[in-house]
């Protein structure tokens, strides 16, 4: 049973850039949200995806976006990178039509802007 | 929005010992979680417990929905549960809001 799974684990980029993000949730969920986590904090939601569209989002600027695929999969956008944006990017799925599903986090991507 | 507060902010412990975690949070809640944080930053669901009480193995959690709070025990602590804990709560909405987590020391 495949968990989720984030790629790329690690990746360094120049301010002002843009980054993609990937995620794969587990096997039978339907539903992807996005995490923002610095360092000593807890997580901060981005935002959520169910049937391709954008659910619900956080406070959270439009350099900030997404997309969902059909499979299920999600892209996390950002563009214009602040160093700000340096932090551990975590997706994390569940089942979409049961409001209090429980969630299930992937090992998260590390972004650090130079 | 929701407001969600653990204590304490961290604990040391020696193996063996016993803790409690608590979560206060500001508004009844649809969904309560509690999820550990390796070393390595790896976040595992631990229990999905809006309400009651449950348990898996060492650990054991309580929510108390009417006062708002909810407690997460360790027993017989090992150096595997080392990390942060963190507690996640989730209103009337699609999103968890999480505290700013409990890290926990486990020394031999």
């Known amino acids: 049973d495949a968990g989720v799974t984030q790629s790329p684990t690690h990746l360094i980029k120049t301010r002002g850039q843009q980054v993609t993000l990937r995620c794969s949730p587990k096997?039978?969920?339907?539903?992807v949200s996005w995490y923002q986590q610095a360092l000593g904090q807890g997580p901060q939601f981005i935002f959520q995806?169910?049937?391709?569209?954008?659910?619900q989002r956080g406070n959270f600027p439009d350099r900030f976006s997404g997309h969902q695929f059909p499979n299920y999969s999600s892209e996390l956008n950002v563009n214009a990178l602040l160093l700000g944006d340096s932090a551990l990017y975590l997706c994390?799925?569940?089942?979409?039509?049961?409001?209090?599903?429980?969630?299930?986090f992937g090992n998260g991507t590390r972004l650090t802007v130079t | 929005g929701i407001q969600v507060e653990q204590s304490p902010p961290d604990l040391i412990l020696q193996e063996g010992a016993n803790s409690t975690l608590r979560c206060n949070f500001s508004d009844s809640v649809n969904n309560l979680q509690w999820f550990h944080q390796n070393p390595w930053g790896q976040l595992i669901n631990l229990f999905y417990i809006p309400s009651g009480t449950k348990q898996n193995g060492r650990l054991s959690a309580t929510t108390v929905a009417t006062e708002r709070y909810s407690l997460l025990y360790i027993s017989s602590s090992q150096t595997t549960d080392s990390g942060v804990y963190f507690c996640a709560v989730d209103s009337n909405d699609y999103k968890l809001s999480f505290g700013a987590g409990t890290t926990v020391t486990v020394r031999a």
């Open positions: 994390a799925s569940s089942l979409g039509h049961l409001r209090n599903s429980p969630l299930h």
């Open positions: 995806y169910y049937e391709e569209e954008e659910r």
């Open positions: 096997s039978g969920h339907d539903t």
